[in-house]
């Protein structure tokens, strides 16, 4: 089996699996983000838990990756064609995360509360936490594409309510 293979089935699996196993149960970072967070007026987001849920369980499969990554790297059994792949898909992984999380910055510092963004390989998602008009929409979109080189058409903005297009239209 590919490492493609393995990560694909642990992307399609490991939501499912994570839901199951902590059902119920509350996760301490979630408290601990709820006591450093900045007070805010509430929102839809803030009762709804929303951004949070979305960032743990992208950190939870991110995490769940690398740690499969890892092993494939330190097995003394893995070709080391393989290995080398690993590697670099670890490298891949940190990077990704760390433009994800500037990229989030960005968007708090540019006004909006609640912002995730997740970059893959097709595109990028970004979900904001209200709706936007026109010009919003461009700014994130032009801001997004500056920062990480990639093409507008490559951009997809979410609010909690519509996927926005490039040209701002409801879809």
């Known amino acids: 089996m590919t490492i493609f293979t393995l990560l694909f089935l642990l992307g399609v699996f490991l939501p ?17 983000e709820k006591v450093t967070a900045p007070v805010a007026p509430p929102r839809q987001e803030a009762k709804d838990g929303f951004f949070t849920d979305f960032r743990l369980e992208k950190e939870s499969r991110r995490s ?5 990554l890892r092993e494939i790297a330190k097995d003394p059994g893995t070709s080391a ?12 992984l940190t990077q990704r995360a760390e433009k994800e999380a500037w990229l989030e910055g960005l968007l708090k510092a540019q006004g909006f509360a609640e912002a995730v963004v997740t970059i893959e390989e097709r595109g990028i998602t970004v979900i904001l936490s209200r709706e936007l008009s026109a010009q919003e929409t461009e700014r994130v979109v032009k801001l997004i594409s500056r920062t990480t080189g990639r ?4 951009i997809t903005v979410v609010t909690r309510k519509s996927v926005v297009s490039r040209k701002g239209e409801g879809v």
Do not use: N
């Not at 769940?64 to 499969?68: G, S, T």
């Not at 093409?151 to 490559?154: A, D, L, S, T």
């Open 16 to 32: 499912v699996l994570i839901k199951l196993r902590e059902a119920g149960k509350p996760c301490p970072s979630q408290a601990e």
């Open 64 to 68: 769940q990756q690398v740690e499969l």
């Open 81 to 92: 064609a393989t290995r080398r792949e690993a590697q670099e898909k670890l490298m891949e």
């Open 151 to 154: 093409k507008q058409e490559e």
